[in-house]
């Protein structure tokens, strides 16, 4: 079996990297079971979230941490929020409803001290607070196999296997 050590490094790869090399190294860490097959014409896709306690009022809000494949159970497998093409995923999968039933804070754009800038993030429930995307990257890097699985389903959906494809290209820079 090939390592999958280098799966999360392939998200921070230069942007100029040659496609095939990219693809390539994909599969070499073994993320070729999130590529759909030419037989697949839709991908069940689930928001995933992780219950943490807000920093400001101290409410427990479940912030989403990213999407992956249903029933994935590899961290690997997890397209992380802070990738601008997954947030634009989870802002069109996210409904009132779904929103609310999990306990997630709305998905909006928020000012960053920190950044000193404004971008689609996280926010808590109840007092709306920034739950920045440092701390979503923190709170992903301590995702194991066994804490995968005790991640909240937010929201599950279908979305063709082109759509898909296109979201792992865009997270990988190719
Ligand atoms: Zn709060």
Not at 67 to 81: K, M
Not at 88 to 107: K, M, P, T, Y
Not at 111 to 139: F, P
């Amino acid at each position: 079996m090939p390592s999958r050590s280098l799966g999360p490094a392939l998200f921070t790869r230069p942007k100029d990297e040659p496609r095939e090399t990219l693809l390539a190294e994909a599969k070499e860490v073994g993320m070729e079971g999130m590529f759909p097959s030419h037989s697949d014409t839709t991908v069940s896709v689930v928001v995933l979230g992780c219950p943490e306690v807000c920093w400001r009022c101290g409410v427990i809000t479940t912030n989403v941490v990213g999407v992956a494949p249903a029933g994935a159970t590899d961290p690997y497998d997890l397209l992380p929020f802070t990738d601008d093409p997954v947030k634009e995923l989870v802002a069109a999968l996210l409904d009132e409803a779904a929103r609310h039933q999990a306990g997630v804070g709305r998905i909006r754009s928020r000012w960053s001290k920190t950044t000193g800038s404004a971008y689609v993030s996280n926010g808590c429930r109840r007092c709306d607070a920034l739950q920045g995307d440092h701390y979503i990257m923190e709170s992903i890097a301590g995702i194991d196999e066994r804490t995968m699985r005790e991640l909240v389903a937010v929201a599950e959906a279908e979305m063709s296997a082109a759509g898909w494809t296109e979201l792992l290209e865009a997270c990988l820079g190719v």
